[in-house]
């Protein structure tokens, strides 16, 4: 994935990811995981449904807290955690 993931959500776009794509779970809900353009096209159906809705927030809200690992903070814990460990 790469930072356009994260700017979209900011914006309130939610991203559908093909499910071939290495750990989509991840990075979104398995709501958003499609397998082939059919679903695709269920996906942006029920999208368009919720526009707006505290659904629609909902699901921003979880695809959200799937960024949490990605955080400068939560990276930084990581590093400064394997840079203290004796060799």
């Excluded at 809705?53 to 903070?73: G, M, Q, W, Y």
């Amino acid at each position: 994935m790469t930072s356009r993931w994260w700017e979209s959500l900011f914006e309130g776009c939610l991203p559908l990811v093909p499910a071939d794509v290495y750990g989509a779970h991840s990075f979104v809900p398995k709501e958003l995981i499609v397998n082939d353009g059919r679903e695709v096209l269920e996906r942006i159906g029920w999208l368009q449904g919720i526009a707006g809705t505290r659904e629609h927030a909902a699901t921003i809200a979880t695809c959200l807290s799937f960024l949490e690992p990605f955080r400068c903070s939560a990276v930084t814990r990581t590093v400064l955690s394997a840079m203290e460990k004796p060799r």
